[in-house]
Structures are given as structure tokens and as C-alpha cells.
């Protein structure tokens, strides 16, 4: 009798795992954490980003769809969409938010006081009030930051390098970044130090791009510098063809740019600075806070010369500046 006791005993062990298995597993499933990826641009457009932030939350441990979800929001390039993608994901409850970029980081800090933030941006987070300092950022945001705006100067400096007889150049820019202002100043700055003419021309939309290579032309434009802004970001073949086309020699900040056929590119590996924000991600997944974690800050740049293009534009490199590039591209 007590074998046939044991035998029933399992028999409904059994039968209730057989019964209990799937509510169990769907509860799993639903108990993955859920992080919401504020993007400035498309997801096509962002795919490194994206990329290299995966590849930090791997690092951390976490793997998309088996471990963590994320609910991906994407702003095609317009700054006033972040405030609602922010407070959507808020209302979603998610578990932390990343966000790319100082827009969507600003409008993340102002959706919530409580959810994790981290943000990846080319501005001085201190500066733009996301955090008290980056070694104790203090609050619920943490993240890391390219300080762009240093390079800036920088990429007119190596532009008037290539082109040392040049003396009219052009900024582009878009008026709605809250870093234009300061590019512009900085930019102008060294225009001055070097003994050149700067125009700063202000583009708004993706379809002023041939109304301002149009106006590089009317006022006799020998090198352009394109500023940091995601309006520029996503669309750096589309920027590099343009600069063919009417034949300027221009610098910008992605490494695409130079491949696609602009000038130069010279910048932080941008697809390393969204690597360690997701690293950052998986940290505070698993309990660290964000007060706790310094802002990280991106200090190596990079440099790639189209010496192809620069043979086309009539544009003699210097050898010490092919010297000191990390890819020349021919």
C-alpha cells in the first residue's frame, strides 16, 4: 500500500507540473526586465547606435529576447518628439531608460525622478543640468559623454590644415540644437585665431540640405565643417555626396562620412561610447544606481582621410597628418 501511495503521489506531482509549466513560464517571460531605447533618428539610421549598445548589455550579461526586452522609441530627427516618447515609456513602466542624445536624455530626466536613466551624448551633461558632476552625477541619471563640443575646433583646425590657402569657409549647422550656439562661437573663434572668413549656415530639415550646398556656392565656400547634430548623424552618404557634388572639401565627426567620399572624419568611436552605456545598463539592472556611477567620458579620437577624394578636389595631404590618421582611405 505505501509503494501504491508513493506511485499516486506522483502521478499528481506530475500532472501538476504538467498543468502549472505553462502559467510558470509565461510569468518568466513576463518578468523580463523591460528597458526603453529613446533613438534620434530611425532605426535604420541608428543601427550602430543600437549595435554597440547591445554589445554592452551582452558584456553585462543581458541578451535581447532572452533575458531583457527593449521597447525601441525613435524620434526621426525631431527634437519635440521626446517629451511624449519619455512620458510613454514612463507610463510603460520600464525598467530603466537609455536615452541618445541631450535632447532625449533632457526629456527622460523630465519624464521621471525614479526610473534609471542612462544617456549617451557629445555634450557636457554637467553644463545642460543632467547631473550634479560627472564623478557623482547624483539623482536617477548616469551615462557617458563624448564632449563634442571639443572637437569641433578641432575638425576647423584640420580643415585649414588640408587647405592652408583657403580663405573662406562655412559651418553648417542646425539652429535648434541647444549646442549651435556654442559650436558656432567656437568655430568662429578659431576662424579668427587662423585669419579666414566663417559663414555659419543654419539647416533645419533633411530638405534644406541642396538650399545649403546651394548657398556654399553663392558665397565661394573653399571647405566646409559640418557641426554634431542628429540632424547631420544619420545621414552622412547622403552629406559625403553632396560635398562631391559641388566639389568642397568638408570635415565631420563619422567615420562613414570619409568612407562614402567626404574629405575627412575626425571624431570619437561613436559606436564605443553607446558600447559602454549598455554596459552601464546592465550594471544598474542588476542593482548599482546611477548616483553611484561616474559619467564616463570618451577621450579617444579618430581620424580617416579619403585621400582618393582629396586627389579629386585637388588637395595635397600632408604627410604628417596621413602620419597621425588611423585610417587613410583610398
Known sequence: MGTGMRRREFITLVGGVAVLLPPVVRAQQQTLPVIGFLGPLTVES???RVEGFRQGLNESGYVEGRNLTVDYRWAEGHYDRFLSLAADLVGRKVALIAAISTPAAL????????????FETAGDPVKF????????PGGNVTGVTQLGEEVLPKRVELLHELIPTARVFALLI?????????????????????GFELHVINVRTV???DTAFAKLLELKVEGLVIAGDILFTGHPNELAALTLKHKVPAVYQRREFAAAGGLISYGTNTADTHRL??????????GEKPADLPVQQATKVELYINVATAKALGVTVPIPLIGRADEVIE
Open 277 to 286: 552605456a549598455g554596459i552601464y545598463a546592465g550594471r544598474i539592472l542588476k
Open 107 to 118: 526629456a527622460a530626466k523630465a519624464a521621471t525622478t525614479t526610473i534609471p536613466i542612462v
Open 207 to 209: 530638405q534644406d540640405f
Open 46 to 48: 541608428d543601427a550602430y
Open 129 to 136: 543640468g543632467l547631473v550634479a558632476s560627472l564623478a557623482r
Open 174 to 194: 542646425n539652429p535648434a540644437s541647444r549646442f549651435a550656439n556654442d559650436q558656432a562661437q567656437a568655430a568662429l573663434a578659431v576662424a579668427i585665431s587662423l
